[in-house]
């Protein structure tokens, strides 16, 4: 693609403020040229994961000042390279960790943070797994360091992350226990889970009577009080996996607090000398150290992409929704109706 014929404006979603999804914003601005060492990106798809929705609330723990373009990550095509960038990545299918920006045609980024996308896959198919493939991936087998054979429990498991882990580790020769409401019991199934419904009150002995031993990780988002059950069902020298604070995310007030009470209660629980371990999980730790972040980054969707390629585990796609229709694909995100993750993609592409 040659760079003449790159558009020379961009339409983007933003944010505007704190606001309903019918607040989403469609704007459009000159398109702007790579500095040296920059690629720009033409997106095919992006994502709508649970930190936009927290985002549009405030509540997103790092969130830049409103308003800004909201998109934690995309997979599109190499248009434009900046001096220092090698001029063969142009036409090239790439994905990236953007935590912000995602959501526009074009979006300029430093080549480093390009993860090559397998040509056989379909943009948003490949979009379903970026953020939530190196999510589960690091957690299962970074983090928590399953092996086969063992149990885990996964709640949410018909989520954007949670099907990805449930999938990974089935995969891997886990067993795995997902919870989700009953609706989505036949998709979590489907996918290799036992599922079990998340609001149920006796939940706790449903998980006990198929581990009864406990279970060797669970993999929390939910967080708030919640969690003190997620760690009271691990077994001895299990691991609990937090990454995110769902239960807070329609109550008022500071999107710090609750993270940091739950970073608290995870450090706490890490100190009692019972065998258990319990860690919070940040996508973007250690990105200061740029070389190695990059490196496992790309290792681990690597693995994932692979997976995906040759069908050992498969693409959630709950909906292919147009950027223009911002605002819709944010409300079906919400909606706690769908199972995977709704993709955003060019309203010549829907």
């Not at 693609?1 to 404006?9: K, P, Q, S």
Request: overall charge neutral; charged content about 20%; aromatic content about 6%.
């Amino acid at each position: 693609m040659d760079n003449e014929t790159v558009a020379d404006v961009v339409t983007e979603v933003v944010l505007p403020g704190v606001v309903e999804p019918s607040g989403l914003e469609i704007r459009t601005r000159p398109a702007a040229q790579p500095g040296a060492g920059e690629v720009v990106l033409a997106m095919e798809a992006s994502g709508v994961s649970f930190a936009e929705q927290q985002m549009r609330r405030g509540k997103y723990y790092d969130q830049p000042p409103f308003p800004f373009v909201p998109g934690y990550d995309l997979v599109g095509v190499v248009v434009r390279v900046g001096e220092g960038v090698d001029a063969s990545l142009i036409g090239r299918r790439f994905a990236a960790l953007t935590k912000v920006g995602g959501w526009a045609s074009q979006v300029v980024l430093p080549a480093t943070d390009l993860v090559e996308v397998p040509g056989t896959l379909d943009p948003a198919d490949a979009e379903t797994v970026v953020v939530n493939g190196i999510t589960a991936w690091q957690m299962l087998h970074r983090i928590a360091k399953v092996r086969a054979g063992q149990t885990v429990l996964v709640h949410g498991a018909n989520g954007g992350v949670g099907s990805t882990l449930v999938q990974l580790a089935t995969h891997a020769g886990i067993r795995v226990i997902g919870t989700a409401s009953p609706r989505h019991h036949d998709a979590v199934r489907a996918l290799g889970a036992t599922p079990l419904d998340y609001r149920a009150a006796d939940l706790p002995a449903r998980v006990r009577e198929l581990a009864p031993d406990g279970v060797d990780a669970v993999f929390d988002h939910v967080g708030g009080d919640g969690i003190v059950g997620s760690f009271g069902l691990l077994a001895a020298g299990g691991t609990l996996v937090s990454y995110g604070s769902a239960a807070t995310r329609d109550i008022a007030g500071s999107s710090k607090l609750p993270i940091l009470k739950l970073i608290g209660r995870l450090f706490l629980w890490k100190l009692l000398p019972n065998g258990r371990r319990t860690h919070f999980f940040n996508i973007w730790a250690g990105k200061r150290r740029s070389a190695a972040f990059h490196s496992r980054l790309r290792t681990d969707l690597g693995h994932v992409f692979a997976l995906l390629a040759d069908g050992s585990i498969t693409a959630q796609v709950a909906a292919r929704i147009p950027v223009s229709q911002a605002s819709e694909a944010m409300r079906l995100a919400e909606s706690g109706t769908v199972t995977g993750k709704v993709i955003l993609v060019p309203d010549t592409h829907a």
